[in-house]
């Protein structure tokens, strides 16, 4: 069993910034990419974004090119979620999740975190 464990939720004005980060206890063919994925209240759970360790390459939602950057720490085993220009819409609970490969898709990870809160408040 992988647990992952995330850290970095809290409260932040509209505008601002945080960094979310997934620790995982180690890296296999079956957790080779991490995904960041968020659910606002009353909402289905949607994708966020995707790195895989091997090479690096990312993936993004629409909704946050170009104000979100994934990126990963290979020694720590730590994926982060860097999080500028922050908008009420990106109220939710946001989730890290492993997978044998990247994807936007939510089925296609193994492996979930329990989630932290970021709230953005106007």
């Known amino acids: 069993q992988v647990q992952l464990v995330e850290s970095g939720g809290g409260l932040v004005q509209t505008g601002g910034s945080l960094r979310l980060s997934c620790a995982a206890p180690g890296r296999t063919s079956s957790t080779n990419a991490m995904g960041w994925f968020r659910q606002a209240s009353g909402k289905e759970r949607e994708f966020v974004a995707a790195i895989n360790w091997s090479g690096g390459t990312t993936w993004y939602a629409d909704s946050v090119k170009g104000r979100f950057t994934i990126s990963r720490e290979n020694a720590k085993n730590t994926v982060y979620l860097q999080m500028n220009s922050l908008k009420s819409a990106d109220t939710a609970v946001y989730y890290c999740?492993?997978?044998?490969?990247?994807?936007?898709?939510?089925?296609?990870?193994?492996?979930w975190g329990e989630g932290t809160h970021v709230t953005v408040s106007s």
């Open positions: 999740a492993a997978g044998p490969r990247g994807s936007a898709s939510s089925t296609e990870y193994t492996y």
